[in-house]
């Protein structure tokens, strides 16, 4: 704490903290030059910006706001520019006056012109959370941007300015795109209700709302979407897919289009890829380090199972690139076969699957055998017969990459027995299991301390919100995954046709950790929350 004081330019001993007379005067006269980031005041000394923007209020005889939401009848009568470049929120608080909010003092001369606005009104400044302000002039921003955007669109479908008004919803397409990146969403959801359209954005796995869109607006966005993704914009009685390649600042993105008809309209999601091969490593993927061990020992053997299991969204295809990126060099001949392919990855051959046209898992599973491959990746085991194959090629002289859908590890043995694979097989192919999670980070710049007293005794941390995670608490998801590497006593063990016990107990032996147990771990350390943990993993 001293040293980051010291660099600020405080120099003299501080007994209380931020209780500190002369440290808090100095800090607010900094704060006011504009020589203080809050976020940095909260990484080193743990002043979260509420309590500090509260004792400047106390400091400067203002009053200091709480408030959940705005009212936007009241934003309306000012003019947005006003509320932005000045970072103002006006609150009414009784029928006589009118609080501006700020996170500063407001200067004379601002508050004369307001006041010239509202002359039948008490305008009076007060400040609030920093945080708060801007999640709500942010909301502001969205819904002038989209009314700005609708309007022109509407003028020039109503007008039947074709040409104009295909750009105008380009404009508004990619407004909603930017919005979602700037959020790091997964994916967009556009979806037809009654009268209106909801879209929705996935974030760190959670669905949030962005916006409602007018009928006409929302069959011109579709119109435009299924133009890009290069599907008939007649049909809408069957499910399409498609896909485009689109950039922003610079970073190529591949976009994943599904269209599904509903009793009224069309459900339109866009899947969202980011082709960033960088991101895409072993050792970026927080895996603990016993678990990175065992994985970058089974993707060097030369034969044999590597098997990934979660549900849908769990990362188990980043999981398989950035597998496949450790062993992709001259000396290797990888193949893929994929559903779609996700990221294109150079020194590998990668097969889209056409299921249509009779390229499905098996029968490209048996050509790829056929070319002599060192290292072949299947997108999803999906019945028995590609199971078979898959096993038995393993068993040849090539290591074989997958995935299935299971709870955890040692379930994958079960199902792999329930699709009919012989237990000498799976003994004799099956190399390492990796079951996997995605849980959502707690946001580092805005977590609490909490101490629970129910079965997980003992120091934590919590969600709360601030302008970094757009006031979620998250910030980006963490990698919660369980490592079950197949040595010799386990192998016999699954000839036997033992039952799950008894391999958990042999596993234990040889310090396999569960999911839980490593996620608890990681929400010790304040990465995850205990309740975030509880949610995914159970």
Not at 34 to 61: I, P, T, W, Y
Request: proline share 2%; glycine share 6%; charged share 25%.
């Amino acid at each position: 704490m001293m040293e980051f004081l010291k660099n600020l330019g405080f120099n003299e001993e501080v007994q209380e903290g931020f209780k500190d007379e002369a440290l808090r005067r100095f800090l607010f006269e900094l704060y006011l030059k504009d020589g203080l980031d809050l976020n940095v005041l909260f990484s080193n000394l743990g002043v979260r910006s509420e309590e500090f923007l509260r004792a400047l209020a106390q400091h400067l005889g203002l009053e200091f706001v709480e408030f959940e939401e705005i009212d936007e009848n009241l934003c309306d009568l000012f003019a947005f520019s006003l509320l932005w470049q000045n970072q103002i929120l006006p609150l009414q608080k009784d029928a006589e006056s009118i609080f501006i909010l700020s996170a500063k003092p407001l200067n004379l001369e601002l508050l004369s012109k307001i006041e010239h606005l509202f002359r039948s009104k008490f305008i009076k400044n007060a400040l609030c959370d920093v945080y708060q302000l801007n999640q709500n002039l942010n909301k502001l921003y969205i819904k002038q941007r989209l009314k700005e955007l609708s309007t022109n669109l509407k003028q020039e479908l109503n007008a039947n300015l074709k040409e104009d008004g295909q750009s105008s919803v380009s404009l508004l397409f990619e407004f909603i795109l930017q919005e979602a990146l700037k959020l790091n969403a997964s994916d967009v959801h556009i979806e037809s209700l009654e009268n209106e359209a909801l879209i929705r954005f996935r974030v760190d796995g959670i669905l949030r709302l962005f916006c409602t869109l007018e009928e006409q607006l929302y069959q011109a966005l579709v119109f435009h979407i299924k133009l890009l993704a290069h599907l008939n914009v007649a049909e809408s009685r069957k499910a399409q897919d498609g896909s485009f390649n689109k950039s922003f600042e610079g970073v190529e993105y591949d976009f994943r289009i599904s269209t599904l008809p509903l009793q009224k309209g069309e459900s339109v999601v866009l899947r969202i890829l980011k082709q960033d091969l960088k991101l895409l490593s072993l050792e970026n993927l927080h895996f603990s380090k016993e678990n990175l061990t065992l994985v970058q020992k089974n993707i060097k053997k030369p034969f044999g199972m590597i098997l990934l299991t979660g549900p849908t969204g769990s990362g188990k295809s980043t999981t398989l690139y950035a597998c496949l990126k450790s062993l992709a060099c001259v000396e290797k001949k990888i193949i893929t076969a994929e559903e779609p392919i996700e990221y294109k990855m150079p020194q590998i051959q990668q097969i889209a699957l056409n299921s249509k046209a009779g390229l499905d898992f098996s029968n490209a599973l048996r050509a790829i055998l056929r070319q002599d491959p060192d290292v072949i990746m299947v997108g999803e085991i999906r019945d028995e017969e590609s199971l078979d194959i898959a096993l038995k090629g393993a068993q040849t002289g090539h290591l074989i990459l997958s995935t299935l859908h299971t709870n955890d590890a040692l379930s994958t043995i079960e199902r792999l027995l329930d699709m009919k694979a012989k237990p000498y097989l799976i003994a004799s192919s099956l190399n390492l299991i990796i079951a996997q999670r995605l849980v959502r980070k707690l946001c580092p710049h805005c977590k609490i301390k909490s101490v629970r007293n129910d079965e997980f005794k003992g120091e934590f941390y919590e969600a709360k919100g601030c302008e970094n995670c757009h006031f979620s608490g998250f910030l980006g998801r963490e990698l919660i995954s369980e490592c079950l590497e197949l040595d010799e006593g386990l192998k016999e063990l699954v000839r036997k046709n033992a039952s799950k016990n008894e391999l958990l107990n042999h596993a234990k032996t040889r310090g396999f950790l569960s999911m839980f147990e490593l996620g608890l771990e990681k929400a010790r350390l304040g990465i995850i929350s205990i309740d975030e943990l509880m949610r995914v993993v159970g």
